[in-house]
């Protein structure tokens, strides 16, 4: 099992920027599945930016490409996601996510995810 700490969430206004740290227990180089996601209370887990070790391509969630950015350090074993141009519609509790596997999604959607960071939580005020 992958533990996973997020950091980095907090409040900042509409046109705004924060960035999310993701600091994983193991060596993320060996880890078939990537990815952040955020979920507000009653809804669905959206999958905003997810990877599947073997592509050369990030997937984004339509609503979040050109203002969101994936990334990661592999010596330091954290993820990161860069948000910019925030929007009140970005307030959520976001999450990183790591899978062995890919699943039957290709790492694109929750359904394939196994282990969850805690949380953070984003508030974007208009």
């Known amino acids: 099992q992958v533990h996973l700490v997020e950091s980095g969430g907090g409040s900042v206004q509409a046109g705004g920027s924060l960035r999310l740290s993701c600091v994983a227990s193991?060596?993320?180089?060996?880890?078939?599945?990537l990815g952040w996601f955020r979920q507000n209370p009653g809804k669905d887990r959206e999958a905003l930016a997810t990877r599947y070790i073997y592509d050369d391509y990030t997937y984004y969630r339509g609503s979040v490409e050109g203002r969101f950015t994936f990334s990661q350090d592999n010596a330091k074993n954290t993820l990161y996601l860069q948000m910019d141009s925030l929007k009140a519609e970005d307030t959520a509790m976001y999450y990183c996510?790591?899978?062995?596997?890919?699943?039957?999604?290709?790492?694109?959607?929750?359904?394939?995810?196994?282990?969850w960071g805690q949380g953070t939580q984003v508030t974007v005020s208009s």
């Open positions: 996510a790591t899978a062995d596997q890919k699943g039957d999604t290709w790492c694109r959607t929750s359904y394939d995810y196994t282990d």
């Open positions: 193991v060596d993320i180089n060996r880890i078939a599945c």
